[in-house]
């Protein structure tokens, strides 16, 4: 009994200093950008692939 009385205790304090952090409010003015694609990413998923099968197939 006394065990569960300290880990209700520490688990307590632990989790009081998360139940006061709150995210600060959202601005509703905010102006809204439209995401810019990376350039060159479907490149190096692709590159990243053939090299990922060579050595998959050097370990067989």
Do not use: C, H
């Amino acid at each position: 009994m006394k065990n569960l009385k300290t880990l209700l205790l520490i688990t307590a304090m632990l989790f009081a200093g998360s139940l006061y952090a709150q995210p600060p409010a959202f601005e509703e003015d905010v102006d809204d950008v439209v995401m810019a694609p990376i350039p060159g990413i479907a490149i190096a998923a692709a590159v990243a692939l053939v090299i990922g099968f060579k050595v998959a197939q050097r370990e067989d």
